[in-house]
């Protein structure tokens, strides 16, 4: 078998992975979205704190990502690699604090009023939507890199880093635009 027919049938493999998680992602989080520990009669305090925290990874992961981007122009694959492994990360941990955010403590409804209002839902549910789409997007582009097809890793990298940095500045725009109403 060559190189590339062993390639090809990681990738095959790691396909159904990514198609899976892209898949239960959404749908765990749609979910457990919907679950209030507190109504549902568990003494559990409400993780009130952790909206300012999730936007700020929201914001760290932005970071992450311009700065993956500047050094992989720079030559230093090594350092990009590192950054985007982080930029997973801190979207993974902003997922599960999300997640423990709303299943604890209620929803806050947004108070802004006129044009600012539309503003707010348009971000917020392109930013919602988008948060669903670059999920096989980004583990695509990760799982190609780590198989060495850098060909394939950059042509999807490109439609993968816009959307995936929109997500990430989008997650603090909602949060900005939404933290007067916190209770």
Known sequence: MSN????LAQEKKYKKIITALSIIIPVAV???????LRKLGFDVEPLTFLPPIYATINGLTAVLLIAAVVAI?????KLHEQLNSTAIACSL???????GYHMTSDSTTFG??????????FILITHIILSIVIIPFVLTTYMRAKLGNFTAHKKIA???FPLWLYVAVTGVIVYL???PYYV
Request: overall charge positive.
């Open 30 to 36: 749609a979910a457990l979205f919907g679950v209030n």
């Open 177 to 179: 635009m939404i933290s």
């Open 73 to 77: 122009k720079k030559g230093n694959r």
């Open 4 to 7: 590339n027919e062993i390639n």
């Open 93 to 99: 941990l902003f997922l599960l604090m999300y997640i």
């Open 112 to 121: 802004g009023e006129g044009i600012v209002k539309y503003v707010y839902y």
């Open 158 to 160: 490109k439609r993968t």
